[in-house]
Structures are given as structure tokens and as C-alpha cells.
């Protein structure tokens, strides 16, 4: 069993920046696809940004060139750099980490990020 926990959520203004975190347990956290994806009330959860055991990422357009994945393999940890942030981006960040060869799929319980206009 997996747990992921999220941290760095919080309340910050328009065109400001933010960093979120998530931890993972256990030893598969380097075999793991890691990605951040995130969802607000009343719609599907949606992707944002995913970087593969290798180091090579993939972005959703929306926040392309703003946001930076980046994984640390010795402290279990992926992060999502949020920058030039807009009211836009509010929502819960979802932690994901994935192995399709072994049928590995945990999320995170999230965390709340609030842009002010």
C-alpha cells in the first residue's frame, strides 16, 4: 500500500507563485509514473502535468510553460511549481503515481489552491 501526502496549498494572488508538494511511502516511488491533476466543484478531475520515471514531462496546455514537475527520487517526493498563477487555476491538486505493469494506481487526498483575482 501507497500513501501519498500532499502539502503547499494556500491562498496567493494573480500572477503570483506556488509550490506544492507530495510525498510518497513505500520503495516504488522511482519505477512511478508521478503526475498532478486537479478538480473543482461540480466538474471531472483533469490532467496537469506528469513526469516519467526517466525525467521526461508532459503538460496540459492550459498550464504549459507556467508550471514545472520536477521529482526527487531520494525523498520520494514530486513537485508542482506553479507559476504567473491565475484565478483560474483554483482548485484541488490531485497527487497520482501510476505503474501500469503492475496495476498501480494511488491518489493523494489533495490539496487547496485558491487564486485571487
Known amino acids: 500500500q501507497v500513501q501519498l501526502v500532499e502539502s503547499g496549498g494556500g491562498l496567493v494572488q494573480s500572477g503570483g507563485s506556488l509550490r506544492v508538494s507530495c510525498v510518497a511511502s513505500?520503495?516504488?516511488?522511482?519505477?512511478?509514473?508521478m503526475g498532478w491533476y486537479r478538480q473543482t466543484p461540480g466538474k471531472q478531475r483533469e490532467f496537469v502535468a506528469t513526469?516519467?520515471?526517466?525525467?521526461?514531462?508532459n503538460y496540459a496546455d492550459s498550464v504549459k510553460d507556467r508550471f514545472t514537475i520536477s521529482r526527487d527520487n531520494a525523498k520520494n517526493t514530486v513537485y508542482l511549481q506553479m507559476n504567473s498563477l491565475k484565478p483560474e487555476d483554483t482548485a484541488v491538486y490531485y497527487c497520482?503515481?501510476?505503474?501500469?505493469?503492475?496495476?498501480?494506481?494511488?491518489w493523494g487526498k489533495g490539496t487547496l489552491v485558491t487564486v485571487s483575482s
Open positions: 513505500g520503495s516504488i516511488f522511482s519505477i512511478a509514473v
Open positions: 513526469i516519467i520515471p526517466g525525467g521526461r514531462t
Open positions: 497520482n503515481l501510476r505503474i501500469d505493469k503492475l496495476n498501480v494506481n494511488y
